[in-house]
């Protein structure tokens, strides 16, 4: 059983085909930069740009960088304004005529993980977060994952991410210790509120997990994304095989 997962993000859209059963991407993943805030029209041909490339017929999983409910989308914090309220999954299924089902992004790799990646066989509570452009936050316990929202946990007037997200580090030009710094209070402030017992750490900088790790000082067992930025996808495409 295969499907096509796709990873909606703040720069690029990314997709593969994915064994479900493995979670292991059958073909390297196409990339498509986005590097202006293009509509969910634009977002609609490029998904379906990315089906094209695999010459993809069959169910799609899409990771959205938003809260979803159902195939409607509700925010769009790092997107188009455009898309709260678009129901995504008809859009993405109008452009590349295939069945679709639309997740969370963070939810998407926390599925990955505990499924088949750093969080396989464990039950207790477990925090993932994905550093990007924001921070995609899941919940899971007891194999259930739940979408979060603790990005946007609110922070000198801003959403935490805007401080501790990895575009913060780029945007700002923080060393890793100044960056690693943020990250660290954030993750207290987590803690302090769910107790998880781990904490998964995916996004494209979870690949220079040596670079920050030593800094930081969580209570939690802490470890890299074992799919590092191909969490997403893998999710996505579980999803998308499961719900589409
Ligand atoms: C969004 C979340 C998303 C995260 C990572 C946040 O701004 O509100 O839904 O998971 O960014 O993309």
Known sequence: MKALGIDIGGSAVKGAPVDIKTGKLLAERHRIETPEAITPARMG?????????????????????????????????????????????????????????????????????????????????????????????????????????????????????????????????????????????????MEALFWPELIIVGGGVSAKHEKFFPLLNPRARLVPAEFLNQAGIAGAAIWGAEHA
């Open 45 to 189: 041909r490029t998904i379906a740009a990315i089906a094209a490339h695999f010459k993809w017929k069959g169910p799609i999983g899409v990771g959205f960088p938003g809260v979803v409910m159902g195939t409607t989308i509700h925010t769009s914090a790092n997107l188009h304004p455009a898309f709260v309220g678009c129901d995504g999954a008809k859009l993405i299924a109008k452009a590349t005529r295939c069945p679709v089902a639309l997740l969370n992004d963070g939810a998407a790799a926390a599925i990955a993980e505990m499924r088949f990646g750093a969080g396989r066989g464990f039950s207790g509570k477990t925090l993932l977060l994905t550093l990007g452009t924001g921070i995609g936050t899941a919940l899971a316990y007891q194999g259930v994952v739940v979408p979060m929202e603790f990005g946007h946990l609110p922070h000198k007037g801003k959403s935490w991410e805007k401080f501790a997200a990895a575009s913060a580090r780029e945007r700002e030009d923080l060393t890793w210790k100044q960056w690693a710094r943020r990250l660290d209070r954030y993750i207290a402030e």
